[in-house]
């Protein structure tokens, strides 16, 4: 089974806490009966988190949503795992080889 992930955060000041949200899409490659082939996107949960350091909520998104699918079985660590982002553009080339491997 193939998975595609987008992972998105978004915070605002709520009741004078920060307040952030994590959505996550997961897309997962289809077959109709017809033969055609696409992806089926859904969003199996969120995660919200209240009064993190600012600066890092996004990279909290896609740590805590990341484990979270992995705890639900959509990827092991035999796989390789690819999520689309629009965050860190800068750095995505270090955490990608795991040189940056921190907040």
């Not at 992995?70 to 990608?96: M, P």
Request: net charge negative; aromatic share 10%.
């Amino acid at each position: 089974m193939m998975y595609w992930f987008g992972i998105d955060t978004n915070t605002q000041i709520i009741g004078g806490q920060r307040v952030s949200v994590t959505g996550i899409a997961l897309g997962q490659k289809v077959t109709s009966s017809e033969g055609a082939e696409g992806l089926a996107w859904r969003c199996p949960f969120c995660v919200e988190f209240v009064d993190v350091v600012a600066g890092v909520e996004e990279k909290i998104g896609w740590i805590e949503s990341l484990r979270e699918l992995f705890r639900k079985g959509c990827f092991t660590n035999q796989h390789r795992v690819g999520v689309i982002v629009d965050a860190y553009l800068g750095e995505l080339s270090d955490i990608n080889s795991q040189k940056n491997r921190h907040l």
